[in-house]
């Protein structure tokens, strides 16, 4: 079992930044891969981006893409989101999961096993 604790939302007028932090405890030798998820009211949870644990390589939505960073820190236990150029259609609970399997691609929901409790991240003048 992993472990998640996602920190950093809030609220931010657009064209802001903001910088989301998931700290990761327990089994995380066994992740394959790190994302980021959100989820806006009335809407299904989305991908956001993703992380090889291994590899470090990342990949995102088009609709973030050019806009936000994953990093993670040295010694790979805190994952980040870094949010430029915000929109209101931003707006959302953002969540971090970790996937223990391996798969070509990391983009759907059900690849992960431990999700994080959410962090509100709104996007308003």
């Known amino acids: 079992q992993v472990q998640l604790v996602e920190s950093g939302g809030g609220l931010v007028q657009p064209g802001g930044s903001l910088r989301l932090s998931c700290a990761a405890s327990?089994?995380?030798?066994?992740?394959?891969?790190m994302g980021w998820f959100r989820q806006a009211p009335g809407k299904d949870r989305e991908f956001v981006g993703v992380?090889?644990?291994?590899?470090?390589?990342?990949y995102y939505a088009d609709s973030v893409k050019g806009r936000f960073t994953i990093s993670r820190d040295n010694a790979g236990n805190t994952m980040y989101l870094q949010m430029n150029s915000l929109k209101r259609e931003d707006t959302a609970v953002y969540y971090c999961a970790a996937a223990s399997a391996y798969y070509l691609l990391y983009r759907d929901t059900y690849k992960y096993d431990n999700w994080g409790q959410g962090t509100q991240v709104t996007v308003s003048s």
């Open positions: 327990g089994r995380t030798d066994r992740t394959y891969a």
């Open positions: 992380m090889s644990r291994t590899t470090s390589s990342t």
